[in-house]
């Protein structure tokens, strides 16, 4: 659930800790990209923590570290979630 304020155009995710990123979930909406306050589907990633990676329609790439994902249940990712940001 996009809570931040910018439209996300990726949204990758990594087991916690590791930098094996992978596809971009914005792939499973019908426009490509998430908007504020629109929830995306997440597929092929079981429940466990993960590391997102953001990319917004700005350019700008942000981290947010430790997503607890659970199955049939809904993340949300804040503005205040997101670091290591950079363009």
């Given amino acids: 659930w996009n809570l931040t304020s910018e439209t996300l ?3 990758s995710l990594a087991p916690a800790g ?3 990123f992978g596809s971009n979930q914005c792939a499973n909406d019908k ?3 998430v908007d504020f306050d629109e ?3 997440v597929k092929g990633v ?3 923590l993960y590391d997102v ?3 917004d329609d700005k350019g700008r790439v942000c981290f947010a570290r430790g997503v607890d ?3 049939d249940d809904v993340f949300s990712i804040r503005d205040k979630d997101l670091t290591d940001c950079a363009k």
Wanted: proline share 5%; hydrophobic share 25%.
């Fill in 39 to 41: 929830q995306l589907a």
């Fill in 18 to 20: 590791s930098t094996s």
């Fill in 9 to 11: 155009t990726e949204v």
């Fill in 53 to 55: 990676r953001t990319k």
């Fill in 46 to 48: 079981d429940p466990g």
């Fill in 69 to 71: 994902v659970k199955a």
């Fill in 31 to 33: 426009d490509g990209s």
